[in-house]
C-alpha cells in the first residue's frame, strides 16, 4: 500500500465557522427586560382591580354631577369626574404595586409623590384625549341611536332589578358616552404607567 495514498485519505480538521453576532440582540434584550415575565403579570392582575377601582370611582363621581342636566357639559363633567377620583386611584394603585408588584421596600413617602408624578405627566394629555373621545362618542351615538336603542332594549328584557336600574340609568342616550370615554382612556394608560412605575417610581438603586 502506498504511503502517500493512505495519507492522503486522513480526514481532515474540520474547522468551526465563526458565529455571526446578531447586531439587534442586545436591543432585544433591553425592550425585553421592561417586561418580566412575572412582575407584569402580577402588575396585570394588580392593575385589573386598579381598573375596576378606579373605573368605579369615577362613574361614582360622573353619576353624582350628572343629578343635574346629564346630557350638558358632559365633556366637561366627564374631565371634572376623572380629576376628583384621581388622588384616591393613584393612593390605592400605589399600594399595591409596592407591595404585591415591585415589593419595594420603605420609600414611602417618596415613592408616593413619584407615583403622583408619573400619573401627572399622562394626565393633561389624558384629560384632552377624555374630552375629544367623549365628544367623539357623543357624535357617533346620536348618528346610531335608533340601533343602539334597539339593542338596549334587547339587553334590558333580559335584566331585573338593579342591573336593569344601573343600565337604564347609565345608558340614558349620549350621556353614555362619558362612561366609555373613561374606560377607553385608561386602557391606553396601562403600558405607559407601568414602565413609568418601573424606570421611576420603584426604581431599584444598582448596589454600590
Keep these: 500500500m502506498n504511503p502517500e495514498t493512505t495519507q492522503s485519505r486522513e480526514p481532515l480538521p474540520v474547522v468551526g465557522v465563526p458565529a455571526i453576532p ?3 440582540a442586545p436591543q432585544k434584550r433591553g425592550f425585553a427586560s421592561l417586561f418580566p415575565g412575572g ?4 402588575y396585570l392582575c394588580v392593575g385589573v382591580f386598579n381598573s375596576v377601582f378606579g373605573y368605579t370611582t369615577s362613574v361614582v363621581a360622573l353619576t353624582l354631577l350628572n343629578l343635574f342636566h ?3 357639559l358632559l365633556s366637561l363633567k366627564a374631565v371634572l369626574a376623572s380629576i376628583i377620583s384621581t388622588p384616591l386611584n393613584i393612593t390605592v394603585a400605589y399600594f399595591g404595586y409596592k407591595f404585591f408588584v415591585f415589593r419595594t421596600k420603605g420609600n ?3 415613592e408616593w409623590l413619584k407615583c403622583f408624578a408619573v400619573y401627572g405627566t399622562s394626565m393633561i394629555p389624558g384629560l384632552i384625549a377624555l374630552a ?3 365628544r367623539l362618542l357623543q357624535s357617533v351615538i346620536h348618528r346610531h341611536a335608533v340601533s343602539l336603542h334597539s339593542f338596549l332594549s334587547a339587553v334590558e328584557s333580559h335584566l331585573g332589578g338593579k342591573p336593569l336600574a344601573l343600565l337604564q340609568h347609565v345608558a340614558t342616550g349620549r350621556a353614555m358616552a362619558g ?3 373613561i374606560a377607553i382612556v385608561m386602557g391606553f394608560t396601562t403600558i405607559y404607567s407601568f414602565i413609568g412605575h418601573k424606570k421611576v417610581t ?5 448596589a454600590a
Excluded: G, H, M
Design 70 to 72: 346629564p346630557e350638558q
Design 108 to 110: 414611602y413617602l417618596s
Design 179 to 181: 362612561y366609555l370615554a
Design 132 to 134: 375629544a373621545i367623549t
Design 22 to 24: 446578531e447586531v439587534d
Design 39 to 42: 412582575q407584569f403579570v402580577r
Design 202 to 206: 420603584f426604581k431599584v438603586k444598582p
